[in-house]
């Protein structure tokens, strides 16, 4: 399967493998070590990270990084709860200026089963302001924002028909995500209704029933219909095969190559 631009997620403890199965497979890196809090916390560790990534020499051309996300919510009510997560995404946006990467992923966060419409609408409009203020603050990083526990589309295509004038914005389709907590019988809706908007794609395999990013080829999910809707409707998307361990990124970089 040919893929616009493909990433994978490197350990700093193997960043050598990783290093060379990206020149193999012709990858870039997606960061995967910078969201945790009590890697957000330590200043020093978190520079000392920063520093070893940079000064290895082993760093693919093309890479992004996934921001924080535990309990991150920039639509709250709550201003002590959102000047936490504004603290929180400002530290993420400030190591993807030291690292140089293209783009950072967040999630939706919001309350997937609270169906109140002032809620929603809110939630539209409170990120539509609060990202235009990020892209403004640091222009030269992309920001895609990613589907999590949503349960629908709908709201990230109004994020994304809201936002579609900025283009160093987009939409971060999580496939498998959209499985799990969506309907797997509806993965397709996803894919055509947020198409215009996506940019990257995030993917590993389940079972339909929790997010347990496996290997590709390893749970339920029909890979020959995903490369049939990313052909159709997404080929301009870059992929990160999303998975924790160096042996499953083997494993799923050539299933994918083979299918």
């Known amino acids: 399967m040919r893929i616009n631009r493909l990433l994978i997620v490197p350990k700093l403890d193997k960043l050598e493998e990783y290093s060379n199965l990206a020149k193999a497979y012709n990858c870039g ?4 070590d910078f969201f945790l809090p009590e890697v957000l916390d330590d ?25 924080a996300f535990l309990d991150v919510n920039i639509a709250s009510s709550d201003k002590e709860i959102f000047n936490v997560s504004d603290k929180r995404i400002r530290q993420s946006m400030e190591v993807a200026s030291k690292l140089g ?3 950072v992923v967040f999630h939706t966060n919001y309350i997937a ?14 990120n539509v302001v609060y990202w235009k203020e990020i892209l403004k603050e640091y222009p030269n990083i992309n920001i895609y924002i990613e589907n999590m526990f949503d349960m629908d589309w ?5 994020l994304g028909q809201a936002m579609k004038d900025e283009t160093n914005f987009g939409i971060c389709l ?13 993965v397709a809706e996803w894919v055509v209704e947020l198409a215009p ?47 924790s361990d160096i042996e499953k990124t083997k494993k799923s970089l050539e299933f994918l190559r083979n299918i």
Do not use: C
């Open 29 to 32: 890196f997606e960061y995967n």
């Open 174 to 186: 999580d496939y498998a995500h959209a499985g799990v907590f969506g309907d797997e019988t509806k």
């Open 101 to 103: 990467v293209t783009a």
């Open 154 to 158: 709908e709201l990230l295509l109004k």
């Open 113 to 126: 089963n609270f169906l109140q419409e002032s809620y929603r609408e809110s939630w539209v409009a409170s």
């Open 197 to 243: 908007y996506v940019k990257h794609i995030h993917i590993n395999d389940n079972d339909f029933v929790s997010d347990l990013h496996q290997a590709l080829g390893d749970g339920n999910i029909d890979w020959h219909y995903f490369k049939e809707l990313y052909n159709t409707y997404l080929n301009k998307a870059s992929v990160l095969i999303e998975v």
């Open 43 to 67: 200043s020093q560790g978190l520079e000392r990270r920063v520093e070893s990534y940079l000064s290895s020499n082993m760093l693919p051309e093309y890479t992004t990084l996934h921001g």
